[in-house]
């Protein structure tokens, strides 16, 4: 069986972690299986091959180009060159992350769609992972969703807004569920380097806080997080800013480091599970990466978040810890009573103890996601 996973990379270190989740499951369930990936500028080919996954020649918009090249050579050449072709892939995993809204762009729902389609016609078993959905109001996307809902095997949607989002254009259908982010089930490694001692709280910044925002939260964002850790600094706390994707969030981290005359340390871990380690080892969090948050949380650490998308909040909701939600054009006093929850033992201890049940009953049901998944799969 040829299994191809789609829309994940390394660059992020939340596609990243979906990544491994997904490696783990399936290699635990089917050691046989040759698992695929297409090339992609945030999955090089040193990456993928490092962890023994085939390569997937076939892009839509140079199949022509590309895929039928590769098809000229014989099975037993492409195998010699790690090589499988569309037609050979028996199952697609789709953990995109956030990639089907209007937020994002046309063209991807528009490219799900059309090789959707595709899929369907040969027989291959389409699965969307948990990831955010919507919204959608653009008519090409609304046709898109449908086409794609008409064809997927099964679709799951993150959230319950996500849900709605898609129904509302659909219908509720046996093929749409829900299910929580999965890389709750992934164990993380804290890094040799890392000390909880000498660095107990840890700031996750995000880029798209900037970028995907406007007006006062954009000005904002910045100074909320120079502010917040010259006041873990004040109240004796050691924190530490984590690099969770990319140069932007090194700049911004590199930003608040500078301004507190280099008092923090960054740290820039490349391998997920060191990241969600890193993250499972502090007392506390203050983050704008949804994958950071769910590492914490998900780890029983209680953690702060900051939103630019209805992922955050619904992700706090899950967890019963709404007010871990801080807006960043928030008045000095909100933001520093926020922090206080993390920074004193009583109220940290209650945060503990309300988001441990929560994170035990979303990695059950995470469990039985792969069940069905499995059981979709198995099904001729």
């Known amino acids: 069986m040829i299994i191809e996973l789609r829309k994940v990379g390394f660059i992020n270190k939340g596609a990243e972690l979906m990544l491994y989740a997904m490696l783990d499951k399936l290699k635990g369930e089917y050691p046989e299986a040759i698992l695929a990936m297409a090339p992609h500028k945030s999955a090089p080919y040193e990456k993928r091959a490092a962890l023994g996954l085939r ?68 027989g291959t078993k389409v699965i969307l992972m948990p990831q955010a959905f919507g919204p959608f109001r653009s008519k090409n996307n609304v046709e898109k969703i449908k086409s794609i809902a008409d064809c997927a095997s099964l679709i799951y949607a993150r959230e319950q807004t996500s ?7 659909t219908g509720p259908r046996p093929n749409i569920k829900l299910a929580p982010d999965f890389t709750n089930l992934v164990e993380g490694i804290v890094p040799e380097y890392f000390s909880s001692r000498e660095n107990d709280f840890c700031i996750i910044p995000n880029h798209r806080m900037i970028d995907k925002t406007s007006g006062k939260g954009t000005q904002a964002y910045l100074p909320f997080l120079i502010k917040c850790t010259r006041y873990l600094l004040a109240n004796n706390r050691k924190p530490c800013i984590l690099v969770h994707e990319g140069p932007k969030d090194h700049s911004l981290a590199k930003e608040i480091a500078n301004a507190v005359n280099g008092a923090v340390p960054v740290y820039t871990e490349h391998d997920p599970l060191r990241v969600k380690g890193l993250i499972g ?44 939600m801080v807006d960043v054009t928030a008045s000095d006093q909100e933001v520093f009573h926020k922090l206080d929850l993390l920074l004193q033992p009583e109220s940290c201890r209650k945060i503990q103890s309300t988001i441990s049940p929560p994170s035990q009953e979303l990695k059950n049901r995470s469990r039985d996601m792969w069940k069905e998944i499995f059981n979709v799969i198995k099904t001729p």
């Open 163 to 169: 849900y709605q989002h898609l129904v509302n254009i």
């Open 281 to 324: 080892a502090c007392k506390g969090v203050l983050g704008s990466r949804y994958h950071a948050l769910v590492s914490a949380l998900s780890q029983g650490v209680p953690a702060l978040g900051t939103s630019w998308s209805h992922k955050y909040q619904l992700l706090y909701d899950d967890y019963n810890f709404p007010e871990g």
């Open 55 to 122: 390569q997937k020649a076939w892009y839509w918009r140079y199949r022509l180009q590309w895929g039928d090249l590769a098809a000229l050579l014989t099975a037993k050449a492409r195998e010699s060159y790690g090589l499988v072709l569309d037609r050979e892939v028996e199952v697609v995993m789709d953990a995109a992350g956030f990639a089907y809204s209007d937020q994002i762009s046309q063209n991807s729902c528009t490219e799900l769609a059309r090789s959707c389609k595709r899929w369907k016609k040969r």
